[in-house]
């Protein structure tokens, strides 16, 4: 099992930017494709971007293409989410996960360990 841990969210006003971390323990990452999901109050967690194993390949939601980047430093079993030009709708408490059983897709019934989360706010 991969333990994911996040960090990074916080308070924030319109057109700020934050960078999320995610770290990794218990069995390293490299060899998984990772994502950050979101969920905001009310709705279901929905897909915000993912990244290959290698870090090649990303894709993001089209709310947030062109403002969040996904990026990961495998030595240091870290993935991270620059958010830019963040908007009061990208309020949610976003989360990391692991593919570790290779399912290939972006959506959260895909991937199986999850972390706890990060809340983020960004306030109009």
């Known amino acids: 099992q991969v333990r994911l841990l996040e960090s990074g969210g916080g308070l924030v006003q319109r057109g700020d930017s934050l960078r999320l971390s995610c770290v990794a323990s218990?069995?390293?990452?490299?060899?998984?494709?990772m994502g950050w999901f979101r969920q905001a109050p009310g709705k279901e967690r929905e897909f915000v971007a993912t990244i290959s194993a290698a870090g090649g390949a990303t894709s993001y939601a089209d709310s947030v293409k062109g403002r969040f980047t996904i990026s990961r430093d495998n030595p240091k079993a870290t993935v991270y989410l620059q958010l830019n030009s963040l908007k009061p709708e990208d309020t949610a408490v976003y989360y990391c996960?692991?593919?570790?059983?290779?399912?290939?897709?972006?959506?959260?019934?895909?991937?199986?360990?999850w972390g706890k989360g990060t809340l983020v706010t960004v306030s109009s």
């Open positions: 996960a692991a593919d570790t059983l290779y399912r290939g897709s972006t959506s959260p019934e895909s991937f199986a360990d």
């Open positions: 218990g069995r390293g990452i490299r060899t998984y494709a």
